[in-house]
């Protein structure tokens, strides 16, 4: 492995990862607003945003279609997708909660206005001016599903494609590790794969 840094003083110079520094500081300010924390609670509420920042997954993890697991910023700092205590995701107002579950809301409102957010730039539509790749059985892709508890994002495979009358792939029946879902493919978004890629014309209807 070889590493390259950044020259001292430009941060400009880190796009991406300065780019989520920027949306990191702009929902922390909107979701903590006026609210006094202690440093304990600051601790904990800016450790739960971490760990939901990286959780995201970014490609699968190996190229086996039965592998559900995706690769995640996680792996790379401990080795290992990161976990957390299963709870229940509720939309309750802070005002009046106790200090627990008003850093608990807090957490839960970051993560409602980050993964929304991190899910519009992971579905991009684009002018339709170049071939797009075509999803294929064996994909890895993420459900696009709003009402997900922090940290969860919801994997499927690709068990079959079934095209429009154009030929272009309109639904796709997929594969979760507990259950076989059909969905349109605007409801879906392939994890990034290899170059090697087969690619079909796409046009304003297919959500590619």
């Known amino acids: ?22 949306a990191f500081k702009s929902h922390l300010k ?10 304990e609670e600051f601790s904990t509420l800016t450790t739960q945003i971490e760990a939901c920042l ?9 190229s086996d279609p ?27 107002g802070i005002e009046g909660l106790p200090r627990w579950r008003h850093t608990i809301q807090m957490r839960n409102h970051f993560w409602r206005r980050w993964q929304r957010e991190v899910l519009q730039h992971m579905q991009l539509r684009q002018k ?4 797009m790749p075509a999803v294929q059985p064996g994909d890895l892709v993420l459900l ?5 508890p922090p940290q969860r994002w919801p994997l499927a495979r690709i068990d079959m494609v079934h095209p429009g ?14 259950t076989t879902l059909t969905r349109p493919i605007a409801k879906i ?9 087969v690619v079909v014309p796409t046009d304003g209807a297919t959500g590619q």
Do not use: Y
């Open 128 to 131: 339709w001016l170049k071939q």
């Open 144 to 148: 696009t599903d709003d009402l997900q």
């Open 189 to 197: 978004i392939r994890l990034p794969i290899g170059q090697n890629e």
């Open 30 to 39: 909107r979701v903590v607003g006026a609210a006094t924390l202690t440093f």
């Open 165 to 178: 009358t154009d030929g272009l792939p309109r639904v796709v029946t997929l594969r979760t590790p507990t």
């Open 66 to 92: 039965q592998d559900m697991a995706a690769l995640t910023p996680g792996h790379f700092l401990i080795g290992s997708s990161l976990l957390a205590v299963p709870e229940p995701f509720t939309e309750e």
């Open 54 to 62: 990286n959780s995201r997954p970014l490609c699968p993890l190996s």
């Open 1 to 22: 492995m070889q590493w390259k840094f950044i020259p001292p003083r430009a941060p400009h110079f880190g796009g991406l990862w300065e780019a989520a520094v920027k």
